[in-house]
């Protein structure tokens, strides 16, 4: 399980540990170790930038606008879908989730299920205590190989329980049933909800041919 970083060192030590990620997505202000979730929104509010928080290190969300059409295009028929299933609620890429304590992570798409929320009353706090019960993520250019790995074992310790990473470049999908877990998804086929969204399914060509003008 990721902890803090008590056995960083250098800068170079930092950067390995987040998975090798660039260093202009670090802020440096606070410092590294002590951001908190105050600077997580204090900063979406005041710059409209999204940072996720990692053990007190504050590292910018990387995705551009076609991931982020794509992610929205997978929102938009969770909530299809779930209109007529009432099982949980579907957020963006916006949506900010406290996985645990110092660990703030922002799915590029999460369905989080009612059964977490037992009031059925969806928390009105900006950061909740809740996971992705099915956690979507669209790789951008700046995302690493150990990033994702981080993200996804992350993800997996906190409850979640299918895992989504939708590659545009390729236009494959990697579906995780655990952390380690992984069958990859070629163009023709499609991703489906498993045991979390039963019958819920999205050719990955339908999912790719949304960022294509429709032919009259």
């Excluded at 509010?45 to 606008?65: I, P, W, Y």
């Excluded at 977490?116 to 250019?141: C, H, K, N, R």
Aim: aromatic share 8%; charged share 30%; glycine share 6%.
């Amino acid at each position: 399980m990721p902890t803090a970083f008590a056995d960083v060192e250098t800068f170079a030590d930092l950067f390995e540990e987040l998975g090798g990620i660039s260093p202009s997505r670090v802020r440096f202000r606070p410092a590294p170790g002590r951001a908190t979730e105050k600077d997580v929104i204090r900063i979406e509010a005041s710059e409209s930038r999204l940072f996720e928080l990692v053990d007190g290190v504050l590292v910018e969300k990387a995705m551009g606008a076609r991931e982020a059409l794509l992610a929205s295009f997978i929102v938009h028929f969770f909530w299809e879908y779930l209109k007529e299933r009432d099982l949980g609620v579907a957020l963006g890429a916006d949506g900010m989730l406290r996985l645990r304590p110092r660990l703030v992570r922002i799915p590029d798409v999460s369905f989080i299920s009612w059964d977490q929320i037992p009031s059925g009353e969806f928390p009105s706090t900006p950061i909740p205590d809740l996971y992705p019960d099915l956690a979507v993520e669209v790789l951008s250019d700046s995302n690493t190989v150990a990033e994702i790995d981080r993200k996804l074992q992350e993800y997996f310790e906190a409850g979640c329980r299918l895992a989504w990473i939708v590659d545009p470049k390729t236009q494959t999908a990697d579906v995780h049933t655990s952390a380690t877990e992984c069958r990859h998804l070629r163009p023709s086929q499609s991703l489906d909800g498993g045991d979390v969204l039963p019958g819920f399914k999205l050719p990955l060509k339908e999912l790719f041919a949304s960022t294509r003008r429709r032919r009259r």
